[in-house]
T-cell receptor, first 118, second 112 residues
């Protein structure tokens, strides 16, 4: 089974702090993603990476950065946390694909980190 | 226009009934379609995917795809209280690499 783990289930930080959220997957997936999920807004893509040291901005990258130094690990960094970054953060991983197939063409999610910024 | 649209619900059905969840998408270049289930406080888990027009059945779940109408649906037969969750529709396009586009989800409650 695919396993995606995230460093914390719950996190409380203060405004202005630098926050690191870490995600690790054990399936040798090329692609990794960071989303935030808020009531009424659904899942919004922050950043994604399709290879080591590669990153692409998603829909809402402002206030965030990412790091992918190793294939299995994708970190989300909040440079200076603000209260409007209070949210559920979800990491996902998946393979590259050139045609649809059952076992490769999807995303698998980690358990999520509920971040509260005070 | 949103990439993927779903009715937010809530949708309530009695136990044993068929629950029908609907999703529309805006880009005709969309190629792959997914349904995720998300229990409250948990992360999404994949339950169905479909690539070709028509129906695809997996146990009590049937996904239906109509590319001409840009419409995908999920039917849950013999609904159980354990099916109560939010169902997310997701779409993938060939021309945006590996990015998924998610709907905001439909909340389903199965009443015992």
């Amino acid at each position: 089974d695919v396993k995606v783990t995230q460093s914390s289930r719950y996190l409380v930080k203060r405004t202005g702090e630098k926050v690191f959220l870490e995600c690790v997957q054990d399936m040798d997936h090329e692609n990794m993603f960071w989303y935030r999920q808020d009531p009424g807004l659904g899942l919004r893509l922050i950043y994604f990476s399709y290879d080591v040291k590669m990153k692409e901005k998603g829909d809402i990258p402002e206030g965030y950065s990412v790091s992918r130094e190793k294939k299995e690990r994708f970190s989300l960094i909040l440079e200076s946390a603000s209260t409007n970054q209070t949210s559920m953060y979800l990491c996902a991983s998946g393979t590259q694909w050139d045609r649809p197939s059952r076992n490769t063409d999807t995303q698998y999610f980690g358990p999520g980190t509920r971040l509260t910024v005070l | 226009q949103k990439e993927v649209e779903q009715n937010s619900g809530p949708l309530s059905v009695p136990e044993g009934a068929i629950a029908s969840l609907n999703c529309t998408y805006s880009d005709r270049g969309s190629q792959s379609f997914f349904w995720y289930r998300q229990y409250s406080g948990k992360s999404p888990e994949l339950i169905m995917f479909i690539y070709s027009n028509g129906d695809k059945e997996d146990g009590r779940f049937t996904a239906q795809l109509n590319k001409a109408s840009q419409y995908v649906s999920l039917l849950i037969r013999d609904s159980q209280p354990s099916d109560s969750a939010t169902y997310l529709c997701a779409v993938k396009r060939w021309n945006t690499g590996n990015q998924f586009y998610f709907g905001t989800g439909t909340s389903l409650t199965v009443i015992p």
